[in-house]
């Protein structure tokens, strides 16, 4: 007997133990987070298989850019074809986080020379360079950010093929001196976002359909190959 396999969707009560903020929080230093990056599908392939590279300009700098708010991502890139945007699901460690909340702040390029790991601008700040007022964020470092899914694309046989990639290029997780991960504590799974306490494991596996890295604890997994 064939089965086949459309996901599930479940609700928690213990919220509190997913790594994810509402975007007006600010992020604690160390802390690892859900964020979401938009680009074109030729760029996504290449990030998943070699990862990110830092933007050589931008207003804050050097570093990637991206946002917990993923309406921010689905504008990107901007002036492109709605149907080449791709919207990354990533984990972040944000490291040393510095707050940039108002146009010519004195660190606005050099956060990361003063010892931080990265910018985050909060959304409605007021900053001239930030029209939409949404939630932003630079991480120095191009390995502290990581591919966990994909949040949206407008095809959905695209959004397959890159979950598949995915599948087939884990990132190795961030050994940074001082993190989660690095300092021994619980840290958080990279399929589910949940934190993993001691003594509890996250079983991981790929989905029948669609190929996709899943983990029992998450809330929701919906395969594209089958839905």
Same mark, same amino acid.
């Not at 230093?29 to 300009?57: C, E, P, R």
């Not at 010519?104 to 001239?128: F, I, R």
């Given at each position: 007997?064939?089965?086949?396999?459309?996901?599930?969707?479940?609700?928690?009560?213990?919220?509190?133990?997913?790594?994810?903020?509402?975007?007006?929080?600010?992020?604690?230093?160390?802390?690892?987070?859900?964020?979401?990056?938009? /680009?074109?599908?030729?760029?996504?392939? /290449?990030?998943?298989?070699?990862?990110?590279?830092?933007?050589?300009?931008?207003?804050?700098?050097?570093?990637?850019?991206?946002?917990?708010?993923?309406?921010?991502?689905?504008?990107?890139?901007?002036?492109?074809?709605?149907? $080449?945007?791709?919207?990354?699901?990533?984990?972040?460690?944000?490291?040393?986080?510095?707050?940039?909340?108002?146009?010519?702040?004195?660190?606005?390029?050099?956060?990361?020379?003063?010892?931080?790991? /990265?910018?985050?601008?909060?959304?409605?700040?007021?900053?001239?360079?930030?029209?939409?007022?949404?939630?932003? $964020?630079?991480?120095?470092?191009?390995?502290?950010?990581?591919?966990?899914?994909?949040?949206?694309?407008?095809?959905?046989?695209?959004?397959?093929?890159?979950?598949?990639?995915?599948?087939?290029?884990?990132?190795?997780?961030?050994?940074?001196?001082?993190?989660?991960?690095?300092?021994?504590?619980?840290?958080?799974?990279?399929?589910?976002?949940?934190?993993?306490?001691?003594?509890? /494991?996250?079983?991981?596996?790929?989905?029948?359909?669609?190929?996709?890295?899943?983990?029992?604890?998450?809330?929701?997994?919906?395969?594209?190959?089958?839905?």
């Amino acid at each position: 007997m064939s089965v086949s396999f459309f996901g599930w969707e479940v609700t928690y009560d213990d919220a509190s133990h997913r790594g994810e903020l509402g975007e007006s929080q600010e992020p604690k230093d160390k802390g690892v987070y859900t964020m979401y990056h938009g /680009t074109s599908v030729a760029a996504a392939k /290449t990030i998943i298989t070699s990862g990110f590279q830092q933007s050589t300009k931008g207003m804050l700098g050097k570093g990637v850019y991206v946002s917990r708010n993923q309406k921010k991502a689905e504008r990107y890139p901007l002036n492109s074809n709605p149907n $080449d945007r791709v919207v990354l699901e990533l984990r972040v460690h944000v490291g040393r986080v510095k707050r940039i909340d108002k146009d010519n702040h004195p660190m606005q390029y050099t956060w990361n020379a003063n010892g931080y790991d /990265t910018a985050w601008v909060p959304p409605k700040c007021g900053m001239m360079s930030v029209p939409s007022g949404l939630e932003e $964020d630079c991480v120095f470092d191009p390995s502290r950010v990581e591919v966990t899914g994909i949040a949206r694309a407008a095809d959905g046989n695209i959004q397959t093929q890159l979950q598949q990639l995915i599948a087939k290029n884990p990132r190795r997780p961030w050994k940074g001196k001082g993190d989660a991960h690095g300092s021994g504590n619980s840290g958080v799974c990279p399929l589910c976002k949940r934190k993993i306490l001691q003594g509890h /494991t996250h079983t991981t596996q790929q989905c029948w359909g669609c190929g996709q890295n899943i983990c029992i604890l998450m809330t929701k997994h919906v395969c594209p190959a089958t839905a």
